[in-house]
Structure formats: C-alpha cells, structure tokens
Nanobody, 122 residues
C-alpha cells in the first residue's frame, strides 16, 4: 500500500487549499482513508477520515464545517478541501489508511504517506 500526499502550500488566512492523497494497493470500498495533522509542539490529531464501506465520517472538532473529505474512484485519490483557513491550521498534513481500522485515533491506521506542509499566514 502506498499513499502519496500533495497539495500543501502557503496561503493567507481565509484562503483555501485542496490536498490530494493518491492511493495504491488498497481497495477503497473496504478501507478507511483519512487525514491527520501535526503542528509544531502539538500532538498529531485527526482532520478528517471516512470509512468508505458505509461513508462513516470523522472530523476534528476544530473543523467546524470548513473542510470536506471526498474521493475520486477513477483516480484512486482522496481529497481534503480546506476552506477559510486560519494560522492555527498551519501543520504538516498526512494521509493515512487502514483496512480494518477507522475512527479518530491515528495509531489505529496501518499505512501512512509522507506529509505535506500547509502554512497559513495572518
């Protein structure tokens, strides 16, 4: 299983970014794929994750309707659309996946991609 994250960058507060996670070696319909982030000096936390078998979805409490997780089956890619970004969203974002895992706890996920840095300036 390989996960390739991309789409990070620098934006001003209030801006938007879309992160992409290209997934290979995993069957979407039998997996959970999500995004986690880690900011300097803070613990890793969930951003968004979805169990594609039944579309159960988990978002971090800080999301408050600003982010959306989705997928493109034809491209084997999971997206994280992030709107109304704030400096508090500055972090390295990782995509993660599992075939028998789901939920908010990062340590339950088996596969991880490299991180992509998101920097939000005020």
């Amino acid at each position: 299983v390989q996960l390739q994250a991309s789409g990070g960058g620098s934006v001003q507060a209030g801006g938007s970014l879309r992160l992409s996670c290209a997934v290979s070696g995993l069957t979407f319909d039998r997996s959970t794929v999500g995004w986690f982030r880690r900011a300097d000096g803070k613990e890793r936390e969930i951003v968004a994750s979805r169990r594609w078998t039944d579309d159960s979805t988990w978002y971090g409490d800080f999301v408050k309707g600003r982010f959306t997780i989705s997928r493109d089956n034809a491209k084997n890619t999971v997206y994280l659309q992030m709107n109304n970004l704030t400096p508090d969203d500055t972090a390295v974002y990782h995509c993660a996946a599992g075939e028998t895992t789901w939920g908010r706890q990062w340590y339950n996920y088996d596969y991880w991609g490299q991180g992509t840095l998101v920097t939000v300036s005020s």
